[in-house]
Every structure is written in C-alpha cells, then in structure tokens.
C-alpha cells in the first residue's frame, strides 16, 4: 500500500482541521491505519490509530476528545478531525499502516508503510 496524506495548513488556536489519508493498493482493509506527529526537536510520537474494520479506536491522552479517526474504506481514506486545536498540537503528521496486531497499535515500529507527512501549525 501507497499512501498520501494533506490537509495541514495554519490556524488558529481553537480551530479545526481534517487530515486526510489516501491509501492505493488493493489491501487497503487489511491494515490497522494510524496517525503519528513530530514536532520541531521531539520524537515521533503516536497520536490515533483505528482498526481494520473501524470498529476501535484509540487516541493518546493528549488529543482525547478532541480529535477523531475514522475511515472511509469505498474511498480508501482515513480522517483525522482535529478541533479545539492547541499550539502544542503544531507538529508535521504522518498516517501509517500496519499489518501488525492491534495489541501494538500504538508502535511506531510496526508501521511498515508511511505517508509523506502533512504540517500542522497552530498559532496562539
């Protein structure tokens, strides 16, 4: 699976944004798809993941309640919704796909295949 991710730009603190994830491959559904970020001079870090089905999901604290994965799999696609945005949430996004087991969702390593990254900025 190839995949693409867009949707980042500027906003402001309290804003929203949608990032999208474009997947190709036949396989599309047999990946658990999730969302990772780095910000200038941190580690990538695990931000939401959505199983193969779209039946469960699970965020890091930070974000809980106010983003959401989800996925459409007629268009091949994972969301990431991101309201009340925060100037901590500035950071490059990237979508991964894993075939790994979901005990590992959260695993930067099991992510085999990544899109290019999308950047996130938001200002105060």
């Known amino acids: 699976v190839q995949l693409q991710a867009s949707g980042g730009g500027l906003v402001q603190a309290g804003g929203s944004l949608r990032l999208s994830c474009g997947a190709s491959?036949?396989?599309?559904?047999?990946?658990?798809m999730g969302w990772f970020r780095q910000a200038p001079g941190k580690e990538r870090e695990f931000v939401a993941v959505?199983?193969?089905?779209?039946?469960?999901?699970d965020y890091v604290d930070s974000v809980k309640g106010r983003f959401t994965i989800s996925r459409d799999n007629a268009k091949n696609t994972v969301y990431l919704q991101m309201n009340s945005l925060k100037p901590e949430d500035t950071a490059v996004y990237y979508c991964?796909?894993?075939?790994?087991?979901?005990?590992?969702?959260?695993?930067?390593?099991?992510?085999?295949?990544w899109g290019q990254g999308t950047l996130v900025t938001v200002s105060s």
């Open positions: 991964g796909a894993s075939t790994s087991i979901w005990g590992l969702r959260a695993s930067e390593e099991v992510y085999g295949t």
């Open positions: 491959g036949r396989t599309y559904n047999r990946y658990v």
């Open positions: 959505l199983s193969r089905n779209g039946g469960s999901t």
